[in-house]
């Protein structure tokens, strides 16, 4: 753990040990401005990557170099802040033993209760986080803690995680397996225990994400079996019981428990809690007293001082910096001073929802070699927005794409287990080192995992199928939650249906085959067709009407430009392959490969549901 430098202005309470109510003490390090001894409005971050280190996205657009934690604590506490940041349980200076996700409602209800109680607390606490950080505040607030006056949840906050997070439409998201390996050899057991540690990097993770189910003790995370256990425990809970309906999981599930007090839910159209953050808006915005702020960027999980996310460029408007605040420092400043303080400042949240629409660039390259895609915020009223027309696009069996209704036909499409499709950016946090996240033109490319063949188009796959529209007459705007409503079949006892949002660039001297642009995605594994809580083989060759959700996103199509929609039936590693067996996650099945099928006609109106924001006048 880093030593706590000294910090001008700012007098620190080192090594506080918060008492939990099994026991337990939890390490916190308490910042309040010198001279003044309360009592004071607290912010309270909690964190599982040590209070006193140092997170990538703290940085601003005019300071790339990221700040650290301390640093920034003693900035609210020259502000008249106490800034309370806390180890979770088991992580660095706190005691007890770390499971991801577990104990975290209880335990910021506890901090909570023991906060107040201290004499430089004036009883108000803001909470503050990004990611993790934004996952313990929701879990806490489903308990309603002492206290709780104003809350930031940046880039995650579950609406549901068994939805959205750790599964995705009954498959599991594989980013827990590289979050879990680079987590275990920074764990405090890790650092403490060479053996341990060597043992964790002996092991390459790429070699394990096509290894489905692991075994106990024949796993990468042999060495920290806390980890291991986490992860099979994960993979083995594919119905949506209980355990998944805990605070610590599912915020909506406790809406009526839900604090009242005012929330911003920040995401980005490229991060994985995207519709975590729409969900959570939609709902507490509805039955909170509030206010509930919602902020959708066009970046990857937490840069939100960046311009471009992947290989596309969004433009100078696209940072949050200097375009809704200052910097990202003076946007939660000025939340909490409202709410806290009671200063009457400037609002940059004055609408109830501040969001990036993607589109309307030069689709050229940019002098760093980017995908020049432009956007712009827009202030609106609610999510989904006024207005919006939600229009019903017809799959075609010649592979079009449209508002017509077509004639009878299908297409077919091959699942092989042993090569699936791989996955080219997306929604996607802790890939690293076998995935990457943000926007890409749908080709295998090198560095991203399961690039077996430069250049290859995606759409040139034989399990790939393409719908796409007429070049656009007109631009197009979509904006809002998106489903897909689709009739398919299949030769297994199960399989998975993934589809992807694509707009389609036209040729142009830049990108002379045109650059096809991933906006977003979904995935269900047909074995949940009918429900989450009692999963049901599929019978090979009856026809089934499922609905699939994919993440939301906010983009303009061009005039010329066409939509697509991808469908096949693996994105992976993203997302843990379907062997087709039908066998339960986490038990060993042999893999087969099936042949699915999607049906359109009349009785089979196979469609893609998209939010179209009618053209507003300038």
């Known amino acids: 753990m880093t030593d706590l430098p000294h910090l001008p202005g700012v007098r620190i309470l080192r090594d506080v040990m918060i008492p939990m109510r099994d026991g337990v003490s939890l390490a916190a390090d308490v910042y309040l401005p010198e001279g003044d001894e309360g009592p004071l409005p607290v912010l309270l971050e909690r964190t599982p990557y040590d209070r006193r280190g140092t997170n990538h996205a703290d940085r601003s657009a005019a300071d790339p170099t990221p700040r650290s934690k301390p640093a920034i604590a003693a900035e609210f506490a020259q502000d008249g802040y106490a800034y309370v940041l806390v180890d979770c349980r088991g992580r660095y200076g706190s005691e007890g033993v770390f499971t991801k996700y577990a104990n975290e409602a209880e335990d910021g209800f506890d901090v909570m209760g023991w906060l107040v109680q201290q004499p430089w607390c004036d009883g108000r606490i803001g909470t503050l986080g990004l990611s993790y950080g934004a996952h313990v505040q929701a879990a806490a607030a489903c308990l309603n803690p002492p206290g709780l006056r104003a809350m930031f949840m940046d880039s995650g906050g579950f609406s549901s995680a068994f939805h959205s997070g750790v599964r995705q439409g009954g498959a599991f998201e594989l980013k827990q397996l590289t979050w879990a390996m680079k987590h275990a050899r920074l764990s405090p057991l890790s650092q403490d225990d060479p053996a341990r540690l060597e043992a964790l990097n002996a092991q390459d993770v790429r070699d394990w994400m096509a290894v489905n189910p692991w075994r106990p003790g024949r796993t990468p995370l042999a060495a920290a079996p806390e980890y291991d256990a986490f992860i099979r425990d994960m993979w083995r809970r594919e119905t949506f019981d209980d355990f998944w309906r805990a605070p610590d999981f599912c915020a909506a599930c406790h809406e009526g428990g839900f604090t009242d007090a005012p929330m911003v839910f920040m995401s980005s159209w490229y991060d994985p809690y995207a519709l975590s953050a729409t969900e959570n808006y939609a709902r507490f915005s509805r039955s909170k007293a509030g206010p509930v702020k919602l902020v959708m960027g066009p970046w990857t999980h937490g840069q939100r001082s960046v311009r471009h996310a992947g290989d596309v460029d969004f433009g100078p408007a696209a940072t949050l910096d200097g375009n809704l605040a200052p910097d990202y420092l003076a946007l939660r400043r000025a939340w909490f001073d409202c709410w806290l303080k009671g200063r009457v400042a400037p609002d940059a949240l004055a609408a109830p929802v501040n969001l990036f629409v993607m589109g309307g660039g030069s689709g050229l390259r940019t002098a760093e070699g980017r995908l020049d895609h432009g956007g712009r915020w827009r202030a609106e009223a609610g999510w989904p927005l006024p207005g919006t027309v939600f229009t019903d696009f017809h799959l075609h069996a010649d592979g079009g794409l449209s508002t017509e209704a077509p004639p009878p036909g299908e297409r077919s499409w091959r699942h092989d287990p042993a090569d699936p499709v791989p996955t080219i950016g997306g929604a996607i946090a802790s890939g690293a080192p076998v995935m990457a996240a943000g926007g890409y033109d749908q080709r295998e490319t090198p560095g991203l995992f399961g690039a077996t063949v430069v250049g290859r188009a995606l759409s040139d796959r034989d399990d790939v199928l393409t719908f796409e529209t007429a070049p656009l007459t007109a631009a197009v705007e979509v904006t809002g939650p998106i489903t897909a409503r689709l009739w398919v079949s299949s030769s297994a006892l199960d399989t998975d249906v993934t589809?992807?949002?694509?707009?389609?660039?036209?040729?142009?001297?830049?990108?002379?085959?045109?650059?096809?642009?991933?906006?977003?995605?979904?995935?269900?594994?047909?074995?949940?067709?009918?429900?989450?809580?009692?999963?049901?083989?599929?019978?090979?060759?009856?026809?089934?009407?499922?609905?699939?959700?994919?993440?939301?996103?906010?983009?303009?199509?061009?005039?010329?430009?066409?939509?697509?929609?991808?469908?096949?039936?693996?994105?992976?590693?993203?997302?843990?392959?379907?062997?087709?067996?039908?066998?339960?996650?986490?038990?060993?099945?042999?893999?087969?490969?099936?042949?699915?099928?999607?049906?359109?006609?009349?009785?089979?109106?196979?469609?893609?549901?998209?939010?179209?924001?009618?053209?507003?006048?300038s």
């Open 499 to 617: 589809v992807k949002l694509v707009d389609v660039y036209p040729p142009n001297p830049d990108h002379p085959e045109g650059y096809a642009l991933n906006l977003t995605h979904g995935v269900l594994r047909l074995r949940f067709r009918d429900s989450f809580a009692a999963p049901r083989p599929l019978v090979p060759g009856e026809v089934y009407d499922v609905e699939i959700q994919l993440f939301p996103t906010s983009n303009l199509f061009a005039a010329g430009h066409r939509i697509r929609l991808d469908v096949a039936s693996s994105n992976f590693p993203h997302f843990d392959v379907n062997p087709g067996s039908g066998a339960p996650a986490g038990e060993a099945s042999g893999a087969v490969v099936a042949i699915n099928r999607i049906h359109t006609g009349p009785t089979c109106l196979s469609r893609l549901v998209l939010p179209i924001v009618p053209a507003r006048g």
